[in-house]
């Protein structure tokens, strides 16, 4: 079985930075999508970025230009660096993980259209406080 486990979360005000880690075990997939959802109390969980196997990314416009994913496959770890963080950025922040995915190609995914019950494997969540 997939387990992801977020870090990183904190306190901050706004126009601060923090970087959330997701270290991943247990999977074996060759082609993947990853991604950060975070939800905030009483609303939706949103997708914040997504990146594939092949290192290619996906935003939710609120977050690009302020927000970056990326990842050290040999340390089985994902990132969100986060700048220029709002009051409207604070959400529990979740890693998830979708097998045999892609965000690019002659036909690819998009957080959008895979949406929440598109990934598979979900952390506990790290949560992040934007104060104003």
């Known amino acids: 079985q997939v387990q992801l486990v977020e870090s990183g979360g904190g306190s901050v005000e706004s126009g601060g930075s923090l970087r959330l880690s997701c270290v991943a075990s247990?999977?074996?997939?060759?082609?993947?999508?990853m991604a950060w959802f975070r939800q905030a109390p009483e609303k939706e969980r949103e997708g914040v970025a997504g990146?594939?196997?092949?290192?290619?990314?996906n935003y939710a416009d609120s977050v690009q230009g302020r927000f970056t994913i990326s990842q050290d496959v040999a340390k089985n770890t994902l990132y969100l660096q986060m700048n220029s963080l709002k009051p409207q950025d604070t959400a529990m922040y979740y890693c998830a993980m979708k097998p045999r995915c892609a965000f690019s190609g002659a036909y690819y995914y998009t957080l959008k259209n895979l949406g929440v019950a598109g990934f598979d494997y979900w952390g506990q969540g790290t949560q992040v406080t934007v104060s104003s």
């Open positions: 247990g999977y074996t997939y060759s082609t993947y999508c």
């Open positions: 990146i594939d196997s092949d290192g290619s990314t």
